[in-house]
């Protein structure tokens, strides 16, 4: 896969569809996702990790067709709200297949969660036992994980390493936290203590805090074993697998991961006899990321002191990554041939503020004027679903790309729209 990593400024097409034709088309700012790329995504997983299950993370991007191209390619949904799990269940998508997560689940969450027939919970806390176990009907099961900080620092910022003990995610291993609620769980009758469950971080390129990680949760479900009689079938072991966001990036690469962590689970196992369990996994960003593009329209070009200002009609409110965890990006100039020399500027967006910065230091053909359009590669996770309405702008369209055709998934956000849910005066 490869159709949205352009490699020179000028013509670029997404699935087959000239990006100019879309800007005319639907405008700007959208983000534009290629389907092709999505399933080819799904498809590397379930081919390199083929005797696990592999659960999408619906926080990185959800939209209705995502869910039912993911759930077409055999996947299961990692879901975190009431909102994901019920707009994934109207597309049909069994909720026998998806996990439910959270480190605050409200009531409404849980309730509906059962009601819906989510396969799996994670448990995130020790009050959470007795809670869920509450909300199980007389008679029946529900099928439950445990979720680990296993003290294990991964992740490319500190607000994406949820890994170790002193971060709100789970249960310490390394304190006995996590052992005590182990216990708890399996004197539930109500639930099903399935297996146990981490997630290290986000954004991780190196395979080594993975294996650790099944070492680490190896030895925890020896312990299970060895205090309770218990063996557990199903290692979850999250998500968190890098993407490139700039040309010469390392992604995580998911077919090494995959054999690394393979033999790593053969061997933690053997060295205590412990059957092997069951392999789950949550990528999110590896799947919805390399697919998306954002599409944005050139309105101004200034120079301010020694800098050359770049700025779109979108920013911050569409993709607020750069300001939170400085990320980088690579925008390109498309739709038109462009001067070959380059000068380096500020792409920044349309917001209120100076951190209001899509690309710091980049380098755009020397003769960008408004009216241009820009690119913006490896926008597909975590952009649409972390949108906010800074500014009331309204938040962009979603338009799937593939084999040449263009349509829209998600409207963009109207005035109306933003008016209508203000109510009182
Ligand atoms: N599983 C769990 C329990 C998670 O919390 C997450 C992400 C994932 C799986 C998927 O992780 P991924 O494969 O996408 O890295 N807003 C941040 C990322 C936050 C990730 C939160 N949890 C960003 O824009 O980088």
Known sequence: PGSTRPTAHGDLSVGGVPLAEVAERFGTPVYLVDEDEVRARCRLYREAFAEAEIHYAAKAF??????????????????????????????????????????????????????????????????????????????????????????????????????????????SSTDGTAQLAIARVLEQPRLELVGLHCHLGSQISSVKPYLLAVRRMVALMHGTRQAHGAVLPELDLGGGHAIAYRPGEDALDVRALASRVRAELRSACATVDLPEPRLLLEPGR?????????????????????????????????????????????????????????????????????????????????????????????????????????????RPPVVAVTGGTARLLVRRESLADVRSRDVGL
């Open 286 to 394: 590896a799947i919805a990321g390399p697919a998306g593009v954002a599409l944005y329209r050139v309105l101004s070009v200034k120079q301010n002191g020694r800098q050359t200002f770049v700025a779109v009609d979108g920013g911050m409110s569409d993709n607020p990554r750069p300001a939170l965890y400085g990320v980088r990006y690579a925008p390109r100039l498309v739709g038109r041939a462009a001067s070959a020399e380059l000068s380096p500027v500020q792409v920044v967006g349309r917001h209120c503020e100076a951190g209001d910065v899509l690309a710091a230091g980049v380098e755009l053909p020397a003769d960008i004027r408004p009216g241009d359009l820009l690119a913006v590669p490896a926008s597909g996770a975590y952009h649409l679903s972390m949108a906010s309405g800074y500014n009331l702008v309204g």
């Open 62 to 171: 959800l939209c209705r067709a995502m869910a039912h191209w993911v759930e077409e390619e055999g996947l299961g949904l990692d879901v975190c709200s009431r909102g994901e799990l019920e707009l994934a269940v109207t597309t049909g998508f069994p909720a026998e297949r998806m996990i439910l997560h959270g480190n605050a689940k409200s009531p409404d969450e849980l309730e509906a969660a059962l009601r819906l027939g989510v396969g799996r919970i994670v448990i995130d806390s020790t009050a959470e036992i007795a809670r869920i176990a509450a909300l199980v009907p007389y008679g029946a099961r529900q099928r439950v994980l445990l979720r680990i900080a296993p003290g294990i620092a991964a992740g490319a910022h500190p607000a994406v390493r949820t890994g170790t003990a002193d971060q709100k995610f789970g249960l």
